[in-house]
């Protein structure tokens, strides 16, 4: 192919998006010494080509080569330990959750939102879920060249959900040759098993070329039981059985029980406090009523003995592109990705309680050791709660790219086309059947063959069709009626599927290039169109969609929307080779979006560029940015959950209101205390609910706004060959947040300011607690935050021992403000910064060095302290801390270091041996008792254990 001006030429723009290799900012020794000047570079951020440009945001590039000295094995792992990456969005840790995007890994840039970072492959949006979460699993990790991030707002570029920052993973293309690779690894507790293999195969002619890149991955789940910090409870092994559930594998029921309906104070009233439950003796016959005793605390069970602190994952990816010259000016190219991943999630066996299900032990079941309907609650422990959640990806994107001269002047243009297809299937199991459970619990007799039989005897029901429980014989124990019986299990568990499909369909076109030369260099200018479609379907299983199980309620999620837009953009270079102006240029764009669903919205972005002297470099931008509400915001089915907050009208609440005239007229009883989820009251605060709450999207959802800023400095100091500095400071602020209303926002409202109108969806029992809620989404939020990146590389001069780089790189966090009001409804801004996820600093600090075949690459993760508000009967740093305002006690941890590090040597046969470490010194963190981004006292985004693994490369 023809190049022009004889330089290097990094490929034609590609459709959609031009996103190529940043131009790194060269010392002014390399410059001197005759480095290659490239010829119409690709600038991140922007789509205008041009010689000698550089960029005017702050960019990570992650090599080839930097991906292979870590030993981590998915995209999403590699971003998720840079400096400015917030918590992940799901992590593998939080076994409770669950959805649609349960299973998938994404990128939070900034602790905006994982939704407000935008992920692109070659340029192009990756297909996103209902809730416009972008899966990065679907990117095999042999399949890539390097990873961008602009860490800056951009939505004058790339349109919707650009706030925080862009994500491009650029693939392979044009390999010619071979390689194969395998990846082993494990915890050292011997768990967590991991292996991965990997082939790239390419082959090019003369005019054109295939690379095809397939890979299989899979990571064993590991089980909470086996580390220190969750196998004990909610709040580790310094507190062991805290968090504990009355409600147990041996089952019980309650003499005498609280009687529904009848209020404090009335005739036969009694509290849950009262309420005394009975459980089998050991080896005792659980049809006599004598043989079953009073339960005590020792029964209680924890549940995280059955539960996952690590999901298991399996992936299947083929990745295949394919170029041709069609002239020497006009070249076709397309990508092909398939993608297969699955991912396992176990958590314990559901506590059934019979209240809440409607569904006492019948008094004709032959199993009932009394003589009325038996109010009981029973662990479902022989069958925990398991979801496979599949996910099927099908990605086709073509185009054909080229340039043109025109006076003199060289224009690039494309025009291209993406299909994503994603389809999921979620398949649970160890919810029970409410139609089931009612028919196993009610009459039952022995038949003539002495076996447990549905029905009565003279009506007996077929055993084809009915298995009676008996939820009183303690898990373990044989007899009729046991949950370990299979029959018993297939009536009472069936499988629930549920199923999901997102389409995304992109038609682009866009052109760049110079249209005159000004005194200080060439005016730039690009424009383009795009006409977008968007379209998802989320079918939950018809169990979840009428609430006839023990699962989350349900229900189905579908729309789609279309959007057509229309770009500007100019370069315009202002002084050029000047005293104190060596460079100073402007670049201004503007994006127009017309969407289907609400109307259209423009943004603009300005940027500077100006370098005093050949050693400095100062950049800045001003940003405008927006969200577009995604298909599950304003087309969402209803969802049900369980909560964790506080109820204002419990006596246990911090500037509890019980006894005022709201709770009086709720019906909230003097000296109520808010219960947990076995009916008891409530130990710490926030306190999980023992009911389900439910939530929906709201059709009248507006985009979401923001405003970005940034000023940085690039600095190679021509005294110190091969050291470059950077240092950016930026600003986000964020308004009409697209958020779902608090249930404490809404019960303070309610109870707390006397807003009647906020007390519609709520319901409260007889007892007073909360027994079902209702709420939805908003445009209720806003946040700004602010900080400085700064980073440090230096590449040593060789010495004798070898050569050496170091990478220093840092993100100080200075404020996350979001805005909320306090007790009194007065407006507040509430400061986060040294929450979990939001670090005062994070840093990493990685140190290489080579010599001859060999290598060693070292890495420390640094993470500065977290905070928490204090827990009831748990230590409290600082408990008289004031924020806001007001009283608000806090505890602090220390700050945490991670180290990794990999030994390697290339083998005289084309070959890489590496074996090497994560979290080599075995450092885990704090206990948090708040369970930040887990489902268990520690924060999600750390280390789990010491990993051990070992990389064998062959290239042939």
Request: hydrophobic share 35%; with cysteine; proline share 4%.
């Amino acid at each position: 192919m023809k190049l022009r001006n004889s330089a290097v030429r990094l490929g034609l723009l590609p459709a959609g998006i031009a996103i190529a290799l940043t131009p790194s900012f060269a010392s002014a020794q390399e410059a001197a010494a005759g480095a290659t000047t490239l010829d119409r570079l690709e600038v991140t951020g922007s789509r205008i080509r041009g010689a000698d440009m550089e960029t005017q945001q702050p960019v990570v590039t992650l090599t080839r080569e930097a991906l292979e000295k870590q030993g981590f094995t998915s995209v999403a792992d590699v971003l998720q330990n840079l400096t400015s990456a917030g918590s992940p969005a799901i992590s593998r840790s939080e076994s409770l959750s669950s959805g649609e995007n349960v299973g998938g890994y994404y990128v939070d840039i900034r602790n905006l939102g994982a939704q407000r970072t935008l992920v692109l492959m070659n340029g192009k949006r990756l297909g996103a879920t209902t809730a416009g979460m972008q899966d990065l699993s679907q990117i095999p990790m042999g399949a890539v060249e390097r990873i961008e991030i602009l860490k800056d707002g951009a939505s004058a570029i790339y349109g919707s959900d650009a706030i925080a920052a862009v994500v491009n993973v650029i693939t392979r293309k044009r390999f010619d040759g071979g390689e194969a690779s395998a990846y082993v690894g494990q915890y050292g507790e011997g768990d967590g098993e991991t292996t991965q293999y990997s082939m790239t195969l390419g082959t090019q002619g003369e005019r054109g070329g295939i690379t095809m890149a397939a890979e299989y991955y899979k990571a064993k789940p590991v089980w909470a039981k086996d580390r220190d910090f969750s196998a004990y409870g909610n709040s580790g092994p310094a507190y062991p059985g805290a968090g504990a559930s009355a409600i147990n594998e041996k089952g019980s029921f309650c003499d005498p029980c609280a009687t529904p309906g009848i209020k404090k104070g009335e005739p036969g009233y009694v509290s849950n406090d009262d309420v005394l439950w009975y459980t089998l003796k050991d080896g005792g016959n659980p049809s006599n009523r004598g043989d079953y005793r009073l339960q005590t605390a020792a029964d209680s069970v924890n549940a995280n003995q059955q539960m996952g602190v690590q999901t298991g994952i399996e992936r299947k990816s083929l990745y295949v592109n394919s170029n041709y010259d069609l002239t020497d000016t006009i070249t076709f190219n397309a990508d092909v990705i398939y993608n297969e991943r699955t991912t396992d999630q176990q958590i314990a066996g559901y506590p059934y309680q019979a209240t809440a299900m409607g569904t006492p032990l019948s008094a004709d079941s032959v199993f009932n050791p009394n003589a009325t309907d038996t109010t009981f609650r029973r662990r479902l422990w022989e069958v925990p709660r398991t979801t496979e959640s599949k996910l099927k990806t099908l990605r086709f994107a073509p185009s054909i790219e080229g340039y043109f001269e025109f006076a003199g002047k060289t224009f690039d243009w494309d025009v291209g086309a993406l299909w994503n297809r994603n389809e999921s299937t979620k398949t649970g199991h160890g919810d029970m059947s409410l139609i089931a459970s009612e028919q196993a619990l009610g009459a039952s007799f022995i038949n003539k063959d002495g076996v447990a039989q549905c029905g009565t005897a003279a009506n007996p029901v077929a055993l084809s069709d009915c298995r009676p429980w008996n939820p009183l014989l303690p898990y373990g124990v044989a007899g009729q009626g046991s949950l370990a019986d299979a029959a018993t299990q297939a009536f009472l568990f069936p499988q629930f599927t549920n199923t999901g499909l997102t389409k995304t369909t992109s038609f682009t076109a866009n052109i760049a290039g110079s249209v005159l030369t000004l005194p200080a260099g060439d005016l730039g200018v690009a424009m383009g169109v795009e006409h977008r479609e968007e379209q998802g379907r989320y079918v939950p299983d018809a169990f979840a969609q009428s609430g006839m199980s023990t699962g989350l309620a349900s229900t189905t999620t579908s729309g789609k929307y279309e959007l057509d837009e229309v770009y500007l953009e100019l370069n315009i270079p202002v002084l050029s080779d000047m005293p104190f102006a060596k460079e100073l240029s402007f670049n201004i764009a503007s994006r127009y979006s017309d969407y289907s669903n609400f109307g259209d919205t423009i943004n603009s972005k300005f940027g500077f560029v100006w370098r005093p002297m050949s050693e400095l470099l100062v950049r800045g931008t001003y940003a405008e940015g927006f969200r577009a509400p995604t298909i599950d915001d304003l087309y969402g089915g209803i969802n049900s959950s369980f909560e964790t907050y506080t109820d204002p009208c419990g006596i246990g609440a911090t500037n509890s209101v019980n006894g005022n005239a709201a709770c009086n007229n709720a019906g909230v009883p003097l000296g109520y205390t808010q219960l947990d989820q076995s009916m008891k009251p409530c130990t710490s605060y926030p306190c999980a609910t023992p009911d389900q709450f439910v939530s929906g999207a709201n059709a009248n959802l507006t985009p979401e706004t923001s405003k970005s800023k940034t000023v940085g400095l690039v600095w190679s100091p021509r005294w110190v060959q091969g050291l470059d500095i950077s240092l950016d400071w930026y600003r986000y602020e964020i308004s009409d947040m697209i958020i779902s209303d608090s249930v404490d926002r809404i019960l303070r409202d309610c109870y707390v300011l006397g807003n009647a109108a906020r007390c519609d969806g709520i319901t409260r029992a007889s007892d007073g607690h909360i027994s079902a809620m209702t709420y939805g989404l908003a445009n209720l939020g806003e946040m700004k935050t602010e900080g400085y990146d700064l980073g440090v590389k230096y590449r040593l001069p060789e010495l004798a021992i070898g050569q050496f780089n170091i990478d220093w790189q840092t993100s100080y966090l200075s404020s996350y403000d979001e805005q909320g009001q306090n007790g009194k409804g007065d407006n507040i801004t509430i400061g986060r910064v040294g929450e979990a996820g939001l670090f005062r600093v994070r840093s990493n600090v990685g140190v290489n060095w080579s010599k001859g075949d060999f290598g060693v690459s070292y890495t420390a993760r640094y993470y500065s302290g977290m905070k928490e508000s204090c827990v009831t009967n748990r230590p409290c740093t600082e408990p008289d801390h004031m924020a806001n305002g007001e009283g608000d006690a806090i505890r602090k941890t220390g700050s945490n270091t991670f180290h990794d590090m990999q030994v390697s040597w290339k083998a005289p046969w084309d070959a890489t041996v590496a074996v090497g470490a994560n979290n080599l010194f075995n450092h885990q963190g704090p206990i948090m008792f708040s369970a930040p981004n887990s489902s268990f006292p520690y924060y999600g985004g750390f280390d789990i254990g010491r990993f051990l693994y070992m990389k064998y490369t062959q290239r042939f």
